[in-house]
Nanobody
Framework: HVQLQASGGGLVQPGGSLTLSCVAS????????IGWFRQAPGKEREWISC??????DTAYADSVKGRFSISRDKNTVYLQMNSLKSEDTAVYSC?????????????????WGRGTQVTVSS
């Protein structure tokens, strides 16, 4: 069955960097999108980035554009987070969509992994 496992969270000072990993398993379809999301206490879940398996197309939310970078190596997707701010504090999780590549990153996510906590504080 489809599984996603996010890891790499932790405590980091403002201005610091952190890299999250999302390992996807349990499926053989080659065309998919992996998205990263975050949810801060008392706030709604926010989509922050996506990468397609075919072509490597990526997309970012305005809130992280220029600071975060998404990449993929086989079945692992990374989220490099730089210049972290206190408002980046949240639980980060990843999800997979099997909607075709024609949809780019504008897809509905079907399977979700458990999140990893990122805390940005001095």
């Amino acid at each position: 069955h489809v599984q996603l496992q996010a890891s790499g969270g932790g405590l980091v000072q403002p201005g610091g960097s952190l890299t999250l990993s999302c390992v996807a398993s349990g499926f053989t379809r080659g065309d998919y999108a992996i998205g990263w999301f975050r949810q801060a206490p008392g706030k709604e879940r926010e989509w922050i980035s996506c990468i397609r398996s075919y072509g490597g197309d990526t997309a970012y939310a305005d809130s992280v554009k220029g600071r975060f970078s998404i990449s993929r190596d086989k079945n692992t997707v990374y989220l490099q987070m730089n210049s972290l701010k206190s408002e980046d504090t949240a639980v980060y999780s990843c999800a997979v969509s099997f909607w075709g590549s024609a949809f780019g990153c504008y897809v509905e996510y079907e399977y979700w992994g458990r999140g990893t906590q990122v805390t940005v504080s001095s």
